[in-house]
């Protein structure tokens, strides 16, 4: 009878052994397979983020080179304007300086006419 309890529980050990090491064996699987997949995400998303810096560093570059473009044209505006105010203001007077001129030279006119006629 001692012996067949021993060969029982020897049986017992040996079967609980062999669930062991299948289970040990399926976690190890699945541990390995998280790992995987884990690295895949890891790395997927690590690349969104690293494109998506990019993305940001090329638009702040070209934001900066689009004001600095804009600073260069309202400059150039600026300069066309001003020429065009020294070209446009002595016209403008020289027309109104011409206008009190004729005025004269109407009043003259007048008085020359006047003075003939005497």
Do not use: F, W
């Not at 529980?9 to 090491?21: D, G, S």
């Not at 190890?28 to 969104?48: C, D, P, W």
């Not at 810096?53 to 473009?69: A, G, P, V, W």
């Amino acid at each position: 009878m001692k012996m067949l309890r021993n060969e029982k529980e020897n049986l017992r050990k040996q079967e609980t052994k062999k669930i062991r090491e299948r289970k040990d064996a399926a976690i190890a699987e699945l541990t390995q397979k998280i790992k995987v997949k884990y690295e895949e995400i890891r790395n997927y998303y690590s690349e969104i983020t690293n494109t998506n810096l990019e993305m940001i560093n090329e638009l702040k570059k070209e934001l900066h080179s689009n004001k600095l473009d804009d600073g260069k044209q309202q400059r150039a505006m600026q300069e066309q304007q001003d020429a065009n105010d020294a070209v446009v203001k002595p016209l403008q007077e020289a027309s109104v300086e011409l206008e009190k001129l004729k005025e004269k030279k109407k009043v003259h006119d007048k008085i020359d006419g006047q003075l003939k006629v005497c």
